[in-house]
Structure formats: structure tokens, C-alpha cells
């Protein structure tokens, strides 16, 4: 992309500069003519997107000037046709492309994949498979004329509770980056473009606009920044959505040295820079910061940029940069290449990748006995749990798909051959219909549709009942639903915790299964962190399913019946309590949500109220501690921990070594399978670095991982994984530098943060330095976790 964008501006220059007695044309004359074409306003206008319709914000579709091109899409940028600028789009999301399903009109439909929520794919630790996902998601992008997926998002998954979890991929910088590279080479790889959000720190959705995440610069560069910057390092992404939420006093939106001087300067990006949707308040200090582009654009801001370099406040360069930029980006979009979309893309083939995808993310937490697979003589099962028969896709809000179906459990488990109990089904179905009219005379706030649907309450069935189930089916299957989405983060009650109800009948279920001498499994179809330890005992077999996208009952029918041997593995740890979590302390618990659209854009505030701790700010306290960085340095137990999940195969590893050239370390080791079923197994690579007074050294760091192929029994395979000197340094504040202090590395190599199977060491000799800038310091201190 970077070397396409020279090549076509110097190449466009070459063979147009003598076209000046006519009008420029983008891509015909060169930029720079182009730009000195182009009237201020005209220039203000591209700066800004063409708006966006807030009255049908209602409508999962979302319209405004956007509908002209592609229903539904979240914005498109404005059109110069007589500088041959045409306009492009740019539309969600991070599960696949959300567009209207239907237009006036016509009877045709434009039914998008949903593919399964960005944690699952990150709990397949495959970015080969990640990457063929992507590629299957950016065709859907090309063939219905979109140019830009607003994805994908890799906010670090700081606490449980954030109501975005399931877009973004794990607690690890390491693993959400080289993920989100893995998608974003995927998407690209159709010509079309991606936006890498919310660039940085949104780590809450509670005052979203308004809060400041105060973060010290080590925690900004080794855990919130670290993902983005292998992102753009290694797949080079068109564009970088900024976040709604200060970071340490400024908006991201409105932050030079977050946008200038980290991303560009120092990481080389080359693309645009976009807002999310309404995100920042100075028009004038976002172009001024290297925001290119205001989404989805107002005339206001248009005003206040054409004011702002009236007055002088804005310098005209600084939105000829901009304006640069973003004809560039236009240059290489399909739309300005004319692409010639079909609307038709095959949406059979791609539900196939979803539902294989999918089956690889699904992570086995518990097994005894061999419970799973169900295999002969299982034939009959009885399924529990409402979500059973009402599967969960995915989250709300942009994250969401607009699927033409959604498999549930119960059909792909029909699908996979096994019989259902028949009274059971007929006591879920009658119920679930009963209370869904029950419901549907209720208003519904237009806004609504945004947020996570209310769930209907777990629905037990009488002791009688579950004593004919149990006398009849083979095994029991509860499954626990649980939705969230933008706007509003989770809570615990109900929520993060299994309800009384749920509780209730996974006790009695397993009680009567347990009486016949049947077994019980426990599905969670869920998108974030639900709490575990208290009931994880009562069950034989736990699978974590996640929000497997349309295709989810035939996958997680797969996994059942062995058609697929589990191999994902955790890419967060499951805390024993959530208090032990140690952002706990710092995040917001209260988060009724105000559904008044001005306080949904942060508009009407007072100004001169008192901040309050978690909503106007947040500190981060626990500093480079987030999830297992802390778990396992203040040796807290947890109830599965981060790289966790089992197989129906066991795996050995052996023979680590490590090879050191040219400031590289190259390590090998085998990974044999020693059970009787194929499977796949992901080999983590730990480093515990040497201890240093002056800063505290988490007690391990993932810096690396790889998948095996699938393993035949008595096979091995080894494998090789790299990490440089530099990928083993921490960032020394004090001298605003990546230092790889001298002494003995550790090299852990394992299948969880806590199951280390083989270990080597190396010495580094010699401290080595890589000096940054010192910039997004925090504003006033606050207090930070050492160890
Ligand atoms: C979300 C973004 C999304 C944008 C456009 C915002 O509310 O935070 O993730 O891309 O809307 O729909």
C-alpha cells in the first residue's frame, strides 16, 4: 500500500505535470495540483465526512447521505466530481460487514456473513486461519461496494466488564497484534482497506466521550500501544480509527504526539487517521493533531475548520497534509478504480469459513472422564437453557452483522444427527413463546435497538420434568447466554455472575443426570469473562463456544460429536473472583446509561461539576499489570488461566532449543501428540527477564506463539518460533527508551501462562537501548502497582 501510494503520486506527477490549462482530475493531473484546485471549502469538506442522520438512529440501518451509495454503511466521504474526486465508503464492523439487509425497492437482499466475534478468532492463536477469515470478510466488502471496514478493533481487554469485550481479541498486547495483523493483511488482500480502533486506550464504555484514561507512558507503551504497533508494523492498515476518550488530559482525536510523533514518526505509518463517530470537540486541533479525516462529519466542523484558517489559528499546511492523505487513500479504494461490484458474493462459501473458523476458537475448560466427545453410544440429548434454542450470533451495536440466520444449537445438533428430547423441547418452545408475547407490547425506546437485548430469565423446568429428561436422553447440555455491546459495560450481577436461576439449573439438571448415572455439559455461548469457580465443579464438561457468528449450533455441534478436536485456548484469564481482577478497583460498576442522545455524544455536561472517579477518569492503577502479567507476578490463583484449553488429545513437548544471530533468538522445540485423536496444540513462548531495582518486571511476558498443524496420534512436529533482543525490552520511562537491560533470559515454552513444559536461557551481554520520545505523560501522578 505504502510503496503503491509513492509509486501512483510519482507516476501521476511524471506523466500529468503538463496538464495545467484544464480543471485537475484526481489520479490524471498530481496531487499537488489537485489540492491547489481544490477552494478551502471544498477542502474543509473532505476533512469531514458527509454526515450522518441521526433521527433514524433507531434503524439498525443507518442513513444520511451514505444511503445514496450503500444502505446502511456508517459514513462516506464527500465528492469533488469536478476535481474527478469521487466519494468513498467506509462501513462496521469487526465480525463482518454491517450493511441493511433490505432497500426499497427491490425484493433482492444484502444479507452480510457474520463470521464469529473478534475473541473467538483470537482464541484460535492461528493467524493463517485469522488471515483466511479476513480475506473471506473484505471480499463481502468489495462485492457490496464498500471500500473501508471499520475493523479490526483491538482495545486491550483491561477488565471483564467492558461491554466491548467480544470485539476486541485478549488482555495481550502480543496477541491482539499479531491477530489484528493477521485480519488486516486478510482483508486487504481483496484491494479493499481496513481501520485498526479504537487508537487508544478505550478500554470502558461508561462516558465514553468523556473520559480520561490517565496511563503511565511505560503502560501506554508496553500494553495499549504495543498491539497497535505490531498491527501497523506488520500489515500496514489504510487507516487508524482514534478512540472517543482522552488519554491523559487530551482527546486521542485531538493528540499530536499520539498521531504525529508515536504512530507516524516513530512507527512509519503512512495512511489516514479517522475519528470515531462524533469523537473529539476542536475540529481545528484534530486536523492540527494529524486526524485526517472527521467521521462522520457535520457542517459545524466544517465552519470551524474554514474559521479556523481564516482566523489563523489553523495553518493551511497542516490541511493540505490532511487533504493529501486523504486523495491518496481515495486513489487506491476500489470505488475510484471503478470496481465493478456484483452485490452477489458467496455468502454459502462463507458461511463454511465461519462455521470452520468458529469451531477453532471453541475452548474445552473442563473434560472429566471423557464426557466429550459424544460419541456412541450417545445418541439422544437433552438441551437446557434458553440460549440453547436462541443462539447468540454475536454483540451489538456496530459490532453487530446484519446475518440472514443464525443456527442454534438445537438445529445443529438435529444437523449433526443426534435426537433431542422431544418434552423438553416442547416445554423450551412454549415457554420461550409465551414470554416473547408477553414482551412484545412493551415500547421500545428507538435507541434500544442499539443496546444488548434484555434476556428472557432462565426458565427451570419442574423436577418431574427433568427426572422423564434424564430417564431418556443420553446426556444433558445447558447452555448460558450472555449478550453486551457498545454504549453500556456489564455488571455483575446477572451478568458477569451466573443468575440464581442459572445456578439453579445447572445444580438440579446435573443432580437428576448425575442420579441415572448421566453427564452433564455446560456450553457457554457468551462474548466476555463470565465468573467460573463457584459452580465449575457441578458440571462434567464445560465448553466455552463464545458468539460463534451465523453458523454457531452446527459448529459447536462439531466440536460435540468430535468432527473437530478443541484447540482454542483462553486469550484472557477467568478470575476466580472479579475483585482479584486487578483493574477492579478502577472501573466503573454503576453504568445505568442516561438514553438521551446528547449525553450518548457527550453533549450536555456541566462543565464545572466535580469529576467522578471512573466516569470522568480513570486511573490506571495496576499499571503494566493487566491479566495474567498480574495473576501470575502476585501469585493470585485463578480459575482457568490465560493460554488455557484442553483437547481430546494430550500433547508432550521436548527438545527446546535456542539459537542466537545477529541480535535474533530462534527457538525450536517438538510437540508430539501422545493421545488417540488428531488435534492441534499452540506452543507459548514466556519470557521471564532478568530482575531490575529500578522497575518492576512482570514475572512473565508472552512474546511469542505458534499453532501446530493437525497432529495425527504419535506424531511430531517442531516448531520454530523468533523474537528478537528488542522484543524483550521493557519501556524506562526515565530515559523515554526500550531497554533490554544484560543478564539471564528465561525462555518458557508452554501451553497455558501457568503450564511452562520445557524451559532454555540465554545471557544477554550487553544492555541495548532504542530510544523514543518523551511524550503522553500523565498530567498529575497517580498511584502505580509495583511488584
Ligand atoms: C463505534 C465504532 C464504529 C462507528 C461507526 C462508533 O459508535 O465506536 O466502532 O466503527 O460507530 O459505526
Request: aromatic share 6%.
Given at each position: 500500500m505504502i510503496k503503491k501510494f509513492i509509486f501512483g503520486t510519482v507516476l501521476t506527477g511524471i506523466l500529468f505535470s503538463c496538464n495545467t490549462n484544464k480543471t485537475p482530475q484526481l489520479g490524471k493531473s498530481s496531487i499537488d495540483d489537485v489540492v491547489k484546485a481544490m477552494t478551502l471549502e471544498e477542502k474543509a469538506k473532505l476533512l469531514i465526512g458527509t454526515g450522518m442522520d441521526l433521527s433514524v438512529l433507531g434503524d439498525s440501518a443507518v442513513v444520511g447521505e451514505t444511503d445514496l451509495y450503500v444502505q446502511g454503511a456508517a459514513g462516506t466521504t464527500y465528492p469533488i466530481p469536478r476535481l474527478g474526486i469521487p466519494t468513498i465508503v467506509v462501513a462496521d464492523g469487526p465480525a463482518g460487514l454491517r450493511i441493511a439487509p433490505l432497500r426499497e425497492g427491490t425484493t433482492d437482499t444484502y444479507y452480510c456473513t457474520a463470521f464469529p466475534v473478534a475473541t473467538l478468532l483470537a482464541s484460535t492463536w492461528n493467524t493463517d486461519l485469522v488471515e483466511s477469515v479476513g480475506k473471506a470478510m473484505g471480499n463481502e466488502v468489495l462485492e457490496y461496494g464498500v471500500d473501508i471496514l471499520l475493523a479490526p478493533a483491538l482495545n486491550t481487554q483491561r477488565n471483564p466488564l467492558c461491554g466491548r469485550n467480544f470485539e476486541y481479541y485478549s488482555e495481550d498486547p502480543v496477541v491482539s497484534g499479531k491477530i489484528a495483523a493477521a485480519m488486516v493483511r486478510g482483508i486487504q488482500s481483496n484491494g479493499v482497506g481496513t481501520s485498526i480502533k479504537h487508537f487508544a486506550a478505550n478500554n470502558q464504555e461508561t462516558n465514553r466521550m468523556g473520559n480520561d484514561s490517565r496511563i503511565s507512558q511505560r503502560a501506554l507503551r508496553e500494553i495499549y500501544l504495543k498491539g497497535y504497533e505490531i498491527a501497523v508494523k506488520e500489515s500496514d492498515p489504510w487507516t487508524v480509527m482514534t478512540s472517543y476518550n482522552y488519554i491523559n488530559g487530551t482527546y486521542s482525536s485531538e493528540s499530536k504526539e499520539l498521531l504525529q510523533t508515536i504512530l507516524r514518526d516513530e512507527w512509519g505509518f503512512k495512511g489516514i487517521v479517522m475519528t470515531d463517530w462524533f469523537g473529539g470537540k476542536n475540529a481545528a486541533s484534530q486536523v492540527i493533531a494529524g486526524n485526517d479525516l472527521l467521521m462522520p462529519g457535520s457542517k459545524k466542523q466544517c465552519q470551524n475548520i474554514i474559521d479556523a484558517v481564516n482566523d489563523g489559528s489553523l495553518p493551511i499546511e497542516a490541511v493540505d497534509t490532511n487533504v493529501k492523505r486523504i486523495l491518496n487513500l481515495i486513489l487506491e479504494s476500489p470505488r475510484y478504480k471503478g470496481y465493478a461490484y456484483t452485490d452477489k458474493p458467496d455468502l454459502k462459501a462463507h458461511a463454511e469459513v465461519s462455521r470452520q473458523s468458529a469451531t477453532e476458537g471453541i475452548i474445552l475448560l473442563k473434560n472429566n472422564n471423557t464426557t466429550l466427545p459424544l460419541i456412541d453410544p450417545v445418541k439422544s440429548v437433552a438441551p437446557f437453557g434458553i440460549t440453547s434454542y436462541d443462539f447468540i450470533a454475536g454483540g451489538t451495536g456496530s459490532g453487530d452483522v446484519n446475518r440472514a440466520y443464525t443456527v442454534s444449537l438445537t438445529e445443529g445438533l438435529k444437523n449433526a444427527g443426534y435426537q433431542l428430547n422431544t418434552d423438553l423441547v416442547a416445554l423450551y418452545d412454549k415457554y420461550i413463546s409465551e414470554e416473547n408475547e408477553k414482551n412484545k407490547s412493551n415500547p421500545v425506546n428507538p435507541l434500544l435497538n442499539f443496546l444488548p437485548k434484555k434476556r428472557l430469565a432462565e426458565f427451570i423446568p419442574s423436577a418431574a420434568s427433568l427426572k422423564n429428561a434424564a430417564a431418556s436422553a443420553d446426556v444433558a447440555l445447558i447452555t448460558i447466554g450472555r449478550t453486551s455491546g457498545e454504549f453500556i459495560d456489564r455488571k455483575l450481577p446477572n451478568d458477569y455472575e451466573l443468575s440464581e436461576n442459572e445456578q439453579k439449573?445447572?445444580?438440579?439438571?446435573?443432580?437428576?443426570?448425575?442420579?441415572?448415572?448421566?453427564?452433564?455439559?455446560?456450553?457457554?455461548?457468551?462474548?466476555?469473562?463470565?465468573?467460573?469457580?463457584?459452580?465449575?465443579?457441578?458440571?462434567?464438561?464445560?465448553?466455552?463456544?463464545?458468539?460463534?457468528?451465523?453458523?454457531?449450533?452446527?459448529?459447536?455441534?462439531?466440536?460435540?460429536?468430535?468432527?473437530?478436536?478443541?484447540?482454542?485456548?483462553?486469550?484472557?484469564?477467568?478470575?476466580?473472583?472479579?475483585?482479584?481482577?486487578?483493574?477492579?478497583?478502577?472501573?466503573?460498576?454503576?453504568?445505568?446509561?442516561?438514553?438521551?442522545?446528547?449525553?450518548?455524544?457527550?453533549?450536555?455536561?456541566?462543565?464545572?461539576?466535580?469529576?467522578?472517579?471512573?466516569?470522568?477518569?480513570t486511573n490506571y492503577e495496576e499499571d503494566i499489570f493487566v491479566g495474567y502479567r498480574y495473576f501470575d507476578s502476585f501469585g493470585k490463583q485463578v480459575s482457568y488461566p490465560f493460554g488455557y484449553g484442553l483437547s481430546y488429545t494430550t500433547f508432550e513437548l521436548s527438545n527446546p532449543t535456542v539459537k542466537e544471530e545477529n541480535g535474533a533468538f530462534t527457538l525450536t522445540v517438538d510437540v508430539k501428540n501422545t493421545g488417540s485423536f488428531a488435534g492441534k496444540e499452540v506452543v507459548q513462548l514466556y519470557v521471564s527477564a532478568p530482575v531490575i531495582p529500578a522497575?518492576?518486571?512482570?514475572?512473565?511476558?508472552?512474546?511469542?506463539?505458534?499453532?501446530?498443524?493437525?497432529?495425527?496420534?504419535?506424531?511430531?512436529?517442531?516448531?520454530?518460533?523468533?523474537?528478537?533482543?528488542?522484543?524483550?525490552?521493557?519501556?524506562?520511562?526515565?530515559?523515554?527508551?526500550?531497554?533490554?537491560?544484560?543478564?539471564?533470559?528465561?525462555?518458557?515454552?508452554?501451553?497455558?501462562?501457568?503450564?511452562?513444559?520445557?524451559?532454555?536461557?540465554?545471557?544477554?551481554?550487553?544492555?541495548?537501548?532504542?530510544?523514543?520520545?518523551?511524550?503522553?505523560?500523565?498530567?498529575?501522578?497517580?498511584?502505580?502497582?509495583?511488584?
Open positions: 439449573l445447572i445444580r438440579e439438571v446435573t443432580g437428576a443426570f448425575h442420579a441415572v448415572n448421566k453427564r452433564v455439559v455446560v456450553i457457554l455461548n457468551i462474548g466476555g469473562v463470565v465468573e467460573t469457580a463457584s459452580w465449575k465443579n457441578t458440571p462434567d464438561a464445560i465448553l466455552l463456544a463464545w458468539q460463534l457468528g451465523q453458523e454457531g449450533g452446527n459448529s459447536v455441534a462439531d466440536v460435540l460429536s468430535g468432527k473437530v478436536n478443541p484447540s482454542g485456548k483462553l486469550p484472557m484469564t477467568f478470575p476466580v473472583k472479579y475483585t482479584d481482577v486487578a483493574s477492579s478497583a478502577n472501573f466503573p460498576q454503576d453504568n445505568a446509561l442516561d438514553l438521551d442522545i446528547n449525553s450518548i455524544l457527550g453533549l450536555n455536561k456541566d462543565p464545572d461539576r466535580e469529576l467522578v472517579r471512573n466516569v470522568d477518569y522497575y518492576s518486571k512482570p514475572e512473565k511476558e508472552l512474546k511469542a506463539f505458534a499453532k501446530t498443524k493437525e497432529l495425527q496420534p504419535n506424531e511430531t512436529q517442531t516448531i520454530t518460533l523468533t523474537v528478537t533482543a528488542a522484543d524483550l525490552a521493557s519501556f524506562d520511562p526515565n530515559a523515554s527508551a526500550w531497554v533490554t537491560d544484560s543478564g539471564k533470559y528465561l525462555f518458557l515454552l508452554g501451553t497455558s501462562s501457568k503450564d511452562i513444559k520445557v524451559s532454555v536461557d540465554t545471557t544477554i551481554n550487553k544492555k541495548l537501548e532504542v530510544k523514543t520520545n518523551n511524550v503522553l505523560s500523565l498530567q498529575s501522578p497517580i498511584n502505580i502497582l509495583k511488584r
